[in-house]
């Protein structure tokens, strides 16, 4: 069993920047990929950013290309997502993902755990 915590949430202006953190406890954190989803209001689901499990390999959602960077220290065992040029669109409830396999995914059938979520809100 894995436990996730985000955290670094919070509100910031448009054209800013946030780094948001999730703390993982349990299964041995550098066996398995990790990725960051989001979700705003009345939409699905959607992949931002996945790293392989020895943060050898990253995948990118279109949102999130040239503006995100996802990065891991597995002596931590934490995974980041570093927001740059942020934009009112990217307002939602990002998720951090404990992958199935050692490669990142941008399905969120290949995660097998997930933390509770931390806001992010952008204002214009």
């Known amino acids: 069993q894995v436990q996730l915590v985000e955290s670094g949430g919070g509100l910031v202006q448009a054209g800013g920047s946030l780094r948001i953190s999730c703390a993982a406890d349990g299964r041995t954190f550098s066996s398995y990929a990790m990725g960051w989803f989001r979700q705003a209001p009345g939409k699905e689901r959607e992949f931002v950013a996945s790293i392989s499990s020895k943060g050898g390999s990253t995948y990118y959602g279109d949102s999130a290309k040239g503006r995100f960077t996802i990065s891991r220290d597995n002596a931590k065992n934490t995974v980041y997502l570093q927001m740059n040029s942020l934009k009112p669109e990217d307002t939602a409830v990002y998720y951090c993902?404990?992958?199935?396999?050692?490669?990142?995914?941008?399905?969120?059938?290949?995660?097998?755990?997930w933390g509770q979520g931390t806001q992010v809100t952008v204002s214009s």
């Open positions: 993902a404990g992958g199935r396999y050692y490669r990142g995914s941008s399905l969120t059938t290949d995660y097998a755990y």
